[in-house]
């Protein structure tokens, strides 16, 4: 029997964004079949990609039992109350990426992460691409070559951007894996 997923406020739908998948498997950890199996990045000595189920990553059970993390990366943004990371870090389900993880954290608390998107996607949120822009000026790019890479950006390909929301303000903050 499929269970109604748990809530997870730092991602808001982890079914969408590819990381929880419907599946019999039953679970490492609480040894149920429920419906759901989390195919995301699982940072842990074993090897559990495909083996936990998301309310044992929601209730802290897995992150506990495995020693595991689920968002290890960068963390981008300002500083936030120690038990925040760790919701984010061992309760929240990651993503995908090319490169090395990062996580956005905003006005004191963590972001809410919205999926990967191109420049299409992107054309909604001017606050998320001043963010990139502000990330490619750090690379000493030119407002040109910035331009052409922001139009570059593919949710389907390289190079591919990931966008937050932060839970507090509603402010877009992205980031983009730049090979």
Do not use: N
Not at 31 to 55: Q, S
Not at 66 to 87: I, K, N, R, S
Not at 94 to 121: I, K, M, N, R, S
């Amino acid at each position: 029997m499929t269970e109604l997923l748990p809530e997870f406020p730092y991602h808001p739908d982890p079914v969408a964004t590819g990381v929880v998948v419907p599946s019999g498997a039953a679970c490492i950890c609480c040894g149920r079949e429920r419906g759901y199996i989390y195919r995301g990045p699982v940072y842990a000595a074993e090897e559990l990609v495909g083996r936990l189920c998301p309310w044992c990553i929601a209730d802290g059970r897995a992150a506990k039992r495995f020693d595991a993390h689920f968002t290890a990366g960068t963390c981008l943004g300002d500083d936030v109350p120690l038990e925040v990371f760790a919701a984010v870090d061992r309760r929240t389900p990651g993503f995908t990426v090319w490169q090395e993880p990062q996580w956005f954290f905003h006005c004191g608390d963590g972001a809410a992460f919205l999926g990967v998107v191109g420049a299409a996607e992107l054309a909604a949120h001017p606050d998320a691409l001043e963010t990139l822009r502000k990330e490619t000026a750090s690379r000493g790019w030119s407002p040109d070559q910035t331009e052409r890479y922001l139009g570059s950006l593919d949710k389907d390909d390289q190079p591919t951007a990931y966008l937050f929301r932060c839970r507090s303000c509603a402010a877009h903050l992205a980031y983009s894996d730049c090979p």
